[in-house]
Structures are given as structure tokens and as C-alpha cells.
């Protein structure tokens, strides 16, 4: 589209006006290229399980809530507080043009002043888990074997403040 623009201004060096003219019809033939891009698919992320493995909180039961960032725009389920193993049936839905999308999933104790980060990935000094779902094919990639949707995929945690993970990832 700038090289469009930048042939019409060089053919017009002296014509600022016709320049000018140019810009606008780029952005004019813009606006509809976009509007194709429609929000027609649906990532959903339910968890299903999850079981702290040690002490969120050091007098009382940690108060526990997922965090779902798809694309960059993130939401949250409502709290739990409970020791025990616990089967929240959060979901979390966005929807989303067609194709691969990248998301993060993170469990979050909510403290007074700066919340915990639950560390549910194996790996160290990398406490959340990071996919990308493609919703054309259903495959979720980034773990290590491919998932497709609706397989329930668990994890676990290793580091100080862990919990085990439950979650199943749809698509349509
Ligand atoms: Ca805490
Ligand atoms: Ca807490
Ligand atoms: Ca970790």
C-alpha cells in the first residue's frame, strides 16, 4: 500500500494535493481489506482441575484464579479458596478470527498487595503456560506432544508455591 502511495507522490512531485489524495484512498481501500478478518471462530479454556501442592498463603487457604491472555487480551475467572482438590469449571471464551492464535494460562493466588504466580510449568523460572491453538485444524502446539481440542491436558508445577492443572482447550 506505501509503495502505491510513494509511485502516485513521485509521478506528482510538485502536487501535494494529488499526494494528499493518495493517502486518503489507501486508507478508503483499507477499511473494507479489514473488515474480511471476521471474528468468526471460538477459543474456549475451561479448567476443569487444579490442586495446590504447597502453601499459597502462609495463615489461611490460598484464594485461587486463572488468568486466560488470548491474542494479548486477557480475562479472568471469579476466586476459589479451598486446600482440597478442586473442580472449578472455569471458562474462559474468546472469539477469534480463523487461524493460530497464541495463549497463556496462569493460576494466580490473589494477595493484599502483589498476587502470587502459581507455578504450573515443569520448566524452571517459568511459572505459567504459554500454546498456540490453531482453529482451523484444532491442534494445540507448545507443549510436548500436539494436543487437539478438547483433550484435557494437565500440568504441574516444580518450584516454591505449585499447583497441578487441569484444562481442556476447545475450538469451533
Ligand atoms: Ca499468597
Ligand atoms: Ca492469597
Ligand atoms: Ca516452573
Redesign the pocket.
Known sequence: MFGVIGRATAKNALAVGAGLAAIGFGVAVLAPVQAVAQDNHEITVSITKFKALDK??EL?N??FFAKVTIDGKSQTTAQISDKAEVHPDWKITQAVPAGVHKVKLELI???VSVD?PIDINRLDRKRDLDFAVDTRTGKIEGFTKTYKSGDTITRTGAEKKKAEISFVVTVK
Open positions: 499459597a498463603d489461611s490460598g484464594d493466588d490473589k494477595d502470587d
